[in-house]
Structure formats: C-alpha cells, structure tokens
C-alpha cells in the first residue's frame, strides 16, 4: 500500500525559508510523478509545482516561481519543495501527490496518490 507523508512544515517569519518534504512508503518515489499543492480554506486547491518520474522535467506556478523550486532524491526515496523568501500569502495546508502513470499533466489534482498535508505559516 503506497502511502506519502509531508514533513517540514511549520510557522515561519516572512522572508524565511522552509524546505518539505514528501516520502513515500510502499513503492519507491523514483516509479512516480510528484506534484505539490496547497489550499487555503474556502478555496480551490491551487498546483505549487511538479516533478516528472524522470526528475529532468519540472513545473513552478507562476506565483512562485523564482522562490520556490522542486527536487527529488530518490536515494531518500523523498521529493523535496524548497520554498524561500516565504510571503504571508503562502500561507496554506500542503498537500503532495504522486501518480505510476505513462504521463501525467503535473497541474491537475487527477493523482493516484495524495498526503494527509502539512500546514505552513508565514507570519508577517
């Protein structure tokens, strides 16, 4: 049974920089693709940024791109969202998700697998 926990999250002062993590138990992380997101309550969940099985191809939301970034260290058998210069407005439950399929489209909540997410707190 392929199961992801989120780790890293937490309150942070704005400017800050906070690293997530998402592991996978069950079957190895390099077998998926890897997106996170992140909901705020009453919204939509909203893609942050994606990683395909191969690891060359990524894919940042606008919005944060230039501060946050994805990795993946499949010898951890974890992918990682490296997010800097934190803003207030990130503030949000993270959620990772992972997909065994051919192809995925990184931006679309249509994953196989999600996380129970982590909460991150910019303060102002």
């Known amino acids: 049974q392929v199961q992801l926990v989120e780790s890293g999250g937490g309150l942070v002062q704005a400017g800050g920089s906070l690293r997530l993590s998402c592991t996978a138990t069950?079957?190895?992380?390099?077998?998926?693709?890897v997106g996170w997101f992140r909901q705020v309550v009453g919204k939509e969940r909203e893609f942050v940024a994606g990683?395909?099985?191969?690891?060359?191809?990524?894919d940042v939301e606008d919005s944060v791109k230039g501060r946050f970034s994805i990795s993946r260290d499949n010898a951890e058998n974890t992918v990682y969202l490296h997010m800097n210069s934190l803003q207030p407005a990130d503030t949000a439950f993270y959620y990772c998700?992972?997909?065994?399929?051919?192809?995925?489209?990184?931006?679309?909540?249509?994953?196989?697998?999600w996380g129970q997410g982590i909460q991150v707190t910019v303060s102002s």
């Open positions: 998700a992972a997909s065994p399929a051919a192809w995925v489209n990184l931006r679309s909540t249509v994953y196989d697998y």
């Open positions: 069950g079957r190895t992380v390099s077998s998926f693709h």
């Open positions: 990683i395909m099985k191969s690891g060359g191809v990524t």
